[in-house]
T-cell receptor, first 113, second 113 residues
Framework: SAVISQKPSRDICQRGTSLTIQCQVD?????MFWYRQQPGQSLTLIAT?????????ESGFVIDKFPISRPNLTFSTLTVSNMSPEDSSIYLC??????????FGPGTRLLVL | GENVEQHPSTLSVQEGDSAVIKCTYS??????FPWYKQELGKGPQLIID?????GEKKDQRIAVTLNKTAKHFSLHITETQPEDSAVYFC????????????FGAGTTVTVRA
């Protein structure tokens, strides 16, 4: 399985500011995904990020709030814009591992005050 | 879209006993069913998966069964150990091309020593 790292691992931010989360994988992958996991909840897909194309967002998530970059086959960023306390969550990136499998990074724990 | 229900939400077992978690799905086209284990402060870890052409799969102390007719699948952990304490998520995928997963709500498993 791929080795995935995320930066930062956690952060505390003020409302109205933005935070960019980085996801790095140790091998080239076509598909990367960003999820949100609200406290004590399950995982919700925010968007799919393929290299060389615009990210595809799921219902309820928009590019203005969660802009995503995918500059190459090993890296992606997710920005949480104009944050409010409701954005306090764990943000997880995952990568496709072939044959429909997905592997997750360690997550970024975000607290918005 | 796919709807995955997971039960129970919490499960407490004595060390050495077995634990069983059940999930049901709504879309009969679903063909891939992974299970993830999430320990506190970490990202979800893929522990086992099963595809629609298989009824059962085992890996040491864990096993997964799939009943396509009834549209449910289960995770079985035998001889539970304290390190099995975690939140377990089931998921279902209906498309082999976009890797999208629908997750259950999660089961918090506590193994009592």
């Amino acid at each position: 399985s791929a080795v995935i790292s995320q930066k930062p691992s956690r952060d505390i931010c003020q409302r109205g500011t933005s935070l960019t989360i980085q996801c790095q994988v140790d091998s080239q992958v076509t598909m990367m995904f960003w999820y949100r996991q609200q406290p004590g909840q399950s995982l919700t897909l925010i968007a799919t990020a393929n290299q060389g194309s615009e990210a595809t967002y799921e219902s309820g998530f928009v590019i203005d709030k969660f802009p995503i970059s995918r500059p190459n086959l090993t890296f992606s960023t997710l920005t949480v814009s104009n944050m409010s306390p409701e954005d306090s969550s764990i943000y997880l990136c995952s990568v496709e591992g072939g044959q429909e499998t997905q592997y997750f990074g360690p997550g970024t724990r975000l607290l918005v005050l | 879209g796919e709807n995955v229900e997971q039960h129970p939400s919490t499960l407490s077992v004595q060390e050495g006993d077995s634990a069983v978690i059940k999930c049901t799905y709504s879309d009969s086209a679903s063909n891939y069913f992974p299970w993830y284990k999430q320990e506190l402060g970490k990202g979800p870890q893929l522990i086992i998966d099963i595809r629609s052409n298989v009824g059962e799969k085992k890996d040491q102390r864990i096993a997964v069964t799939l009943n396509k007719t009834a549209k449910h699948f289960s995770l079985h952990i035998t001889e539970t150990q304290p390190e099995d304490s975690a939140v377990y998520f089931c998921a279902a995928s209906i498309s082999p091309n976009d890797y999208k997963l629908s997750f259950g709500a999660g089961t918090t498993v506590t193994v009592r020593a």
